[in-house]
């Protein structure tokens, strides 16, 4: 049986999504296209072979599918997952999961109630070098992993009152929205983490409520260290995105604007046949074509729905995730470094401690 869609938010994300709806005719169409603005669901209704009906409120474009992609602002992740799972619909729900603690929990509840599958759209772990980086450090195929380093700088501007200027619409400021994503990935790649800090600033990004620059720090429990520095403010970048993880016989380097996973430093010790002052080995190329491995998580989900499994971005990570956000902007405002000692982070035990 092929699944039916309804895609819930038809912003830009939403239209990234739609871009690599095709990849997936054999298993799915769009059932339905909703947006408070109807200009905006009509235009990516269009851009679908189907042509799928379109709507304004979502509780009507209920009944034209079985799966949902809720791709909404933040504030509304909420009520809108739970109204989908209680009406019996698997939701893939774009992150972060929800605004608060408690409301993460009530979506957790609805998902649990009703039997659904509910998977928390953290792309980035669907990301083929990500993940031979995270089985790399997370085997010590290079010795033990002491520093995770990840840099992303994007020109992230919104006008007027669009709700991720806003710090409660948004649910805080760039670590909270984007950092989310690398916070996630340092606790899927390193462990569980001990200490941290966070300093964030509006300056350069005037926009923004809260932070639009964030420096986060964590050291995890085998002493390693990870950082994410991210700006939504970038009038010029040179690297774009990187991902570095300096292990101690040698450095994983994600060069994302190549789409290669390079090991630098005394190569000839672990690859056989090559030159003894070799001091870089690509791993891993994708080619420049590869983009954002939406691809690669929706198949996940359909997967998860059609086998009843369990998808790796749960839930449960990613309350864990969001926890540690919460607590390093708590010990920001208070001044203090973050002590995540009471967290639970068992969700993550699975990969290894
Ligand atoms: N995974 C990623 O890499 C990534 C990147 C960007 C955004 N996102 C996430 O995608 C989500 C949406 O972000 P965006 O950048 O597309 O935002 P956006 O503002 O471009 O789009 C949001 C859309 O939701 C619509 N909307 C608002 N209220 C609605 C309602 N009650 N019912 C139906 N539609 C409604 C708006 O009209 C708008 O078209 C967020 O959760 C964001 O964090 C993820």
Known sequence: MKHKLILIGCGGMARSHAGRFEDQEERMEVGAVVDVDRCRAESVSALLPNHPPVFTDYHEALPYGDVVLQVLPHYLHASCTIDCLNAGKHVL?????????????????????????????????FHPILREMQRLIREKVYGECFQLSIWTEQLTVREGSHWLRDRKLL???????????????????????????HTGTKLGTPWM????????????????????????????????????AHCEKGLLD????????????????????????????????????????????LTHFLDCVDNNTCPETTPEESLAGLDVIWELYNAEDEGRLADFSKLDFSAFDKYGK
Not at 266 to 294: M, N, Q, S, W, Y
């Open 254 to 297: 994600f060069k994302h604007s190549e789409n290669c996973l390079y090991l630098r430093g005394k190569i000839a010790e672990h690859v056989p046949g090559v030159p003894e002052d070799c001091k870089e080995f690509k791993l891993l190329d994708l080619g420049k074509e590869f983009a954002k491995p939406t691809k690669e998580e």
């Open 171 to 197: 649910g805080g400021g760039q670590l909270f929205s984007h950092g989310c994503h690398y916070v996630d990935l340092m606790l899927w790649m390193m462990g569980r983490p001990l200490r941290g800090s």
């Open 209 to 244: 409520d809260r932070e639009g620059t964030s420096n986060v720090c964590l050291e995890f429990e085998n002493g390693a260290l990870g950082y994410h520095f991210g700006t939504w403010g970038a009038r010029g970048t040179r690297m774009g995105y990187s991902f570095q």
């Open 93 to 125: 729900a774009e992150k972060p999961l929800a605004n608060s603690r408690e409301e993460c929990l009530a979506i957790m509840e609805a998902a649990k109630k009703n039997k659904r599958v509910l998977m928390v759209a953290y792309c980035m772990r």
